[in-house]
């Protein structure tokens, strides 16, 4: 049993800005800790935790949560941990859970992984990706992210995958050949269409690695490869 | 937490600005040291992904000369050393990065890389 990182660092304040952990992170957390053997047989040197205008609807992934239980399966000396966020106020988060909990987290204050991408073809092992699912109506998220404010988290778009779509072609081009990629989503994101997509497009295979009811939610955590 | 390790993995993104993108220019840098665990495995299985080029000239424009032109061929103890200390243990706490080819300015502050473009950079 791996202990959830300590985030007892953060204030209320950090609050405003960043979410508190809720069921869409600790089902991330689970199914890591469930690969923790294939995540460490691969032996990773790169991640990326891309926190995403801010966090989402009930999780903050801005705050170097996931990032720093990662380290503590993978070592925390034994992985470069890169988590962007679009938000300013996160990426101090993220520092600090990561000092709090003996990672060294690397914060790049940008939308997804746009500044990385020349850099890392087919070089970043882990990725993780806790995207904003919540369906809303399309002018209210695009106009929520250019905000860069908390309410981008809470906007997906218009099937909850409005910025889920925009990352899944970097994941594409920025996974290693024996990289491996987790994504939550929720039942009317249409899981079958994104794995099928992500099949077709990329030839990333994929499988749901856990799934679970939160309230009124099915949250999954889908795992996905490069074809061998 | 701009150390040379996460330095040498970002490039400009303006839309439009896809050569000699890297690596940025530092400009006005305050640099903290803070000493970190040695992986010499880690280090090992980085140096394939680093441009040697770029983080020898990093790190010169920080001060630091210790890396040679080019990695050596026998990777022993102490060469890691240096290397682990250039990579990881020197933090670039403000200052700017400055794109070779565009000039287009990323600001540092309190450790943070601000990558941010404004819409009509956005490619």
Not at chain 1, 205 to 228: C, D, N, P, Q, Y
Not at chain 2, 100 to 109: E, L, Q
């Amino acid at each position: 049993m791996i202990p959830t990182p300590d985030l007892s660092h953060l204030r209320p304040e950090d609050y405003e800005h960043v979410y508190e952990p809720a069921e869409d992170t600790f089902i991330l957390l689970d199914a890591l800790e469930q690969d923790a053997e294939q995540l460490k047989s691969i032996s990773p040197r790169i991640s990326l935790e891309i926190g995403l205008l801010l966090a989402n609807p009930f999780i903050r992934s801005g705050s170097g949560c996931v990032s720093s239980f990662l380290g503590s399966i993978t070592g925390s000396s034994a992985v470069l941990y890169l988590c962007t966020d679009i938000n300013p106020h996160a990426c101090k988060c993220s520092i600090a859970t990561g000092r709090q909990n003996k990672v060294a987290l690397e914060p790049v204050n940008t939308s997804l992984a746009h500044p990385l991408l020349a850099r890392l073809h087919n070089s970043i092992d882990i990725i993780l990706f806790n995207p904003p699912y919540v369906p809303t109506i399309y002018d209210e998220a695009s106009g929520a992210q250019k905000d860069r404010d908390i309410e981008g988290s809470w906007a997906g778009g218009h099937d909850g995958m409005q910025v889920t779509d925009k990352f899944l072609p970097q994941v594409a081009d920025l996974l290693s050949p024996h990289g491996r990629f987790y994504l939550v989503a929720v039942a009317q994101n249409n899981i079958p269409d994104i794995q099928r997509r992500m099949q077709e497009n990329y030839a990333l295979e994929s499988k749901v690695v856990l799934r679970r009811r939160a309230g009124g939610e099915h949250l999954s955590v889908i795992l996905f490869t490069r074809t061998k | 937490m701009v150390r040379l390790i996460t330095h040498n993995l970002l490039a400009c993104h303006v839309k439009g600005c896809t050569s000699n993108n890297f690596p940025l220019e530092f400009k006005d840098v305050q640099v903290v040291l803070r000493e970190s665990e040695f992986n010499p495995d880690f280090l090992r299985g980085f140096i394939p992904k680093i441009e040697w080029t770029a983080l020898v000239g990093a790190a010169r424009e920080l001060g630091d000369t210790s890396l040679p032109d080019q990695p050596p061929e026998m990777l022993d103890d102490d060469f890691l050393k240096t290397l682990h200390h250039v990579l990881l243990e020197i933090h670039v706490e403000e200052g700017i990065m400055i794109c070779p080819n565009c000039k287009h300015n990323y600001a540092i502050s309190n450790g943070i890389p601000n990558m941010l473009l404004a819409e009509h950079e956005i490619g």
